[in-house]
């Protein structure tokens, strides 16, 4: 692993990882919403019309137990789904805010409430478009949160958990440029980055005293689960050890446990629970204890500092189906896009340069819009692999401010095959 900020720490002697407190994990399985201790007791489903084709997502509790998940209404829009008391019957539903014009079904594509559960922070897509990431925040149980609209002024978050400074809980997030931010500080000044341009930090959660983080380090080919020891306020302290902990192939979410002592994590064997310590490595990998798996289909771990306890009088839950196993899936080619973050409009008048790695040939296409009007494009056509440029001019009569973004989206149409493309932003200064 290459990385400025994450460097493994070779330690003198093992540090046998501390006793993990009480804490609630929620979960999906089959579906529905589960809960169970720490330790494995208590161990109960909380819905029951989770369905393949329609199921709870990103269930998320505070410290009280409160509990919210996702599920599409008949409408087909997604709702949140508040439990006080963390148990059914109890649920009322309230439609999911997002930004003001966007209709689309789309579901959240992250969550997490807050230890006092006054906030639950979640993003999502704004018309399913993965390029524009959005973030929203709510209150769960202020019944005059009905139709509420998001922020319209916070996007491109793909992430979000809770950090408690010692004033109190405050956001973290994972923003698209591939760095982990502490919501709130200036947007030049990330808490964490890597510093591999192939490598972003695609989602982070840190324990209540931020003394520990687990972090989801994507490249363009895996996707790994790094265990963060970390010492200092936040930007301004030091990381102390980072460590690879040992995921499965499919691997998606992960949770830390509010005292950092256990974490969790979901791949296609199911969802995993383990003791952990990231100054306890070999000098690359975690030396996890205490590995077990919850469920071999359970997925989407979240952690609070409650204690569940199983409703009385309830029927043992059918054992979960098998996991099915499917073919491998073949890795699409894709593009490799160079192009400047920030560009004066006087440049984009004289003609921006676009460098594009190809990987076939066929037909390859640029173009640079404002929200929903294009204002240029090229293309060319390619024989082969082959890195090209294309020079992109918008027509000198076009006002642009400063601050404003530019989507610049690049397309391949091989001659054989489906069209790939890749985008990214470009901010007028």
Known sequence: MRTRTFLLAALAALVPAPAARAAMLTYVDGGNVWAQNLDGSQRHQITRDGTAANPYLLPTTNDAKALAAFHNGPDGHPYIYWFPTGELPEARKTKLPKQIGDASPSPPTSARMSPLGNDLVYTYLIGGDPARPHYGRVDPADPAQQGAQSDPNFYDFLDVSFYDSGTGPRPVAAVRNG????????????????????????????????????????????????????????HFGEITAACWIPTGSGYTRAAISPDGGTVAWDDAAGLHLADFDPERNDGENCLLANVRTVSATGSQPAFSAATTTAPAAVDPPAPPAPPVMQPPVKEQASLTLTAPKTAKVKALRAGMIVKVQVPAAGRVSASLSRGKKTLATRSQTVTGAKTVSLKLKIARKTKLTRGTKLTLRVQLKPKTGAMIEATTTVKVR
Do not use: C, F
């Not at 983080?213 to 080919?221: E, S």
């Open 179 to 234: 760095s982990i931010w502490w919501v709130g500080l200036r947007s030049d000044q990330p808490w964490l980055t890597a510093d591999d341009p192939a490598a972003k930090l695609t989602a982070a959660e840190a324990s209540r005293d931020g003394t520990r983080l687990v972090v989801r380090y994507d490249t363009a080919t895996t996707r790994r689960l790094l265990g963060v020891g970390y010492r200092g306020p936040v």
